[in-house]
């Protein structure tokens, strides 16, 4: 009797639509943005306290790409898993603590595959303690054997329900094995396939689910071939599809071409190019827009449907009455409860019960009766435009001296800083900085002081692009 009454106490508090601690942070996130994107599309503070990211928890990567935006002292630190473990655990504390529980949070740094598995899952293991929803980064050039040794643990069972990655595909990307300097995107789908096609494998041989992202780094070389990437790769198996227009920033020998003569509405024009419709950006926003555009939706067969119309004033009163009735982030949460506390939520507002059936009739009717046939695939397209490091340093400094920049490109950057979607923790100094700010002004010296502290122990692994032993 007592078991029965503590499990529906349990479920009641699982399917609860609101959390009080979630509640507070989204609050006290909120109050912390810049007017100017207090705006009813803004996420932040409403549906999440933002992205996170690691920093100097494993610097080392065995690839050249050009840009890279890890500083030039990265390759002199050794790999480490006591050091990596204990950093992310203190990061990922400090951000429970400031940002509350069921955030995501990216494991980044150089290359997340040089770490052995069985600490890359301890690294995991620590994000997932502390209610994180952790997302490896990689440049995806690793073997099955890998995969299945980070999942599956030596007593053979699944470490960890569902395995996230970032991989990394692009022309900019120099070392990786039977295609060190690829010419053309077209040249990289087979590697892009079998990248999947990991992840498949380990579904179905283990029952490990997977969410996958595309990451491909944006030039004025390789602006012209993202729409033939999106239409080759849409169906390959990745969720998501992010952009990230290159940047002068990291290690200064590593930068080619102008980078700033493609502008953002040029690389969003391409990616609608190739996902075959308008993708409207203004219905929800992650930070502020010149950072960040971001289009969710669904392919049936070949064609994308966007689930919001930012243009059609039903579909945002559809978005807020489920800001109204839904406050709680619903990522990752199994199905069933989703549905429960979904179902409480709009018992408890039916105008807004009412707004969010007629916008569903609306999808249903975009997606047409091919959905029957084909089934949807969730995805999720993605700009992010990091910012260049002298601008940041500038503008950083006078943001922290309380002062706001007279020249409009500086006076931006402040702007775009204060409203930073991605954030990174120093639970020594007790603050979140933006990645803008960890890759333009801290990194250069914290990557020379964990060289110092974990220095390469041969001189012939010391050597920039010599590949790592790997298991
Ligand atoms: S400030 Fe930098 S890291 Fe933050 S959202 Fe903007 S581009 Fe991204």
Redesign the pocket.
């Known amino acids: 009797m007592r078991s029965l009454i503590s499990t529906l106490c349990r479920l009641e508090r699982e399917t609860r639509p609101t959390d009080p601690e979630v509640s507070a942070a989204l609050a006290r996130r909120y109050a912390e943005l810049p007017t100017h994107v207090r705006t009813p599309a803004q996420l932040i503070g409403r549906r999440t306290a933002g992205c996170e990211g690691t920093h100097g928890v494993f610097p080392r990567c065995d690839f050249a790409c050009r840009p890279c935006y890890h500083s030039k002292t990265a390759n002199r630190v050794r790999v480490d898993g006591a050091h990596t473990v204990g950093e992310v655990d203190a990061q990922m504390a400090y951000l429970r603590a400031r940002r509350g529980p069921g955030q995501f949070a990216q494991l980044i740094g150089g290359e997340v595959s040089l770490l052995p598995p069985e600490d890359h899952a301890a690294a995991l293991t620590a994000m997932w303690r502390h209610d994180r929803v952790p997302m490896s980064f990689t440049h995806g050039d690793f073997d099955y054997e890998y995969l299945e040794r980070l999942a599956v643990g030596p007593d053979g069972r699944p470490r960890f329900p569902l395995l996230s990655f970032a991989a990394h595909f692009d022309t900019t990307m120099r070392g990786r094995r039977g295609l060190n300097r690829p010419e053309h995107e077209g040249d990289l789908h087979e590697h892009r396939r079998r990248f999947c096609a990991m992840f498949e494998r380990l579904e179905h041989e283990h029952g490990v689910r997977s969410y996958l992202a595309h990451n491909m780094t944006v030039t004025p070389k390789n602006v012209g071939e993202i729409a033939a990437v999106i239409r080759d790769c849409h169906a390959m198996g990745f969720r998501m599809f992010s952009f990230q227009p290159a940047a002068y920033v990291g290690d200064q020998a590593r930068w080619a071409d102008d980078f700033r003569s493609i502008g953002a509405d040029e690389v969003w024009a391409e990616i609608e190019r190739g996902a075959g419709v308008r993708l409207p950006f203004r219905a929800l926003q992650m ?2 827009e010149r ?2 555009r971001t289009t969710w939706g669904v392919y049936v067969g070949n064609r994308y449907v966007p689930i919001l119309d930012d243009l059609d004033p039903r579909d945002l009163a559809a978005r807020d009455a489920f800001f109204r009735a839904a406050p709680r982030p619903f990522a990752f949460a199994p199905r069933p409860i989703v549905a429960a506390r979904l179902a409480r939520a709009f018992g408890r507002h039916p105008r807004d019960a009412a707004t969010g059936l007629a916008f569903g009739a609306r999808f249903a009717r975009r997606l047409g009766t091919d959905a029957l046939r084909h089934g949807v695939r969730p995805v999720t397209f993605v700009m ?4 260049d490091a002298a601008d940041v340093r500038e503008a950083w400094q006078l943001t922290r001296a309380g002062r706001t920049s007279d020249d409009p490109r500086i006076a931006e950057t402040q702007e ?2 204060a409203a ?3 954030g990174m923790a120093h639970p020594d100094r007790d603050e979140i900085v ?3 700010v960890q890759h333009s002004v801290l990194d250069p010296n914290e990557t020379r002081v964990l060289a110092d502290l974990l220095p390469i122990r041969s001189r012939r692994a010391a050597a920039d692009g010599t590949r790592p032993r790997r298991v």
């Open positions: 930070g502020d950072c960040n992010h435009r990091f910012m775009r800083l930073c979607a991605y933006p990645a803008c």
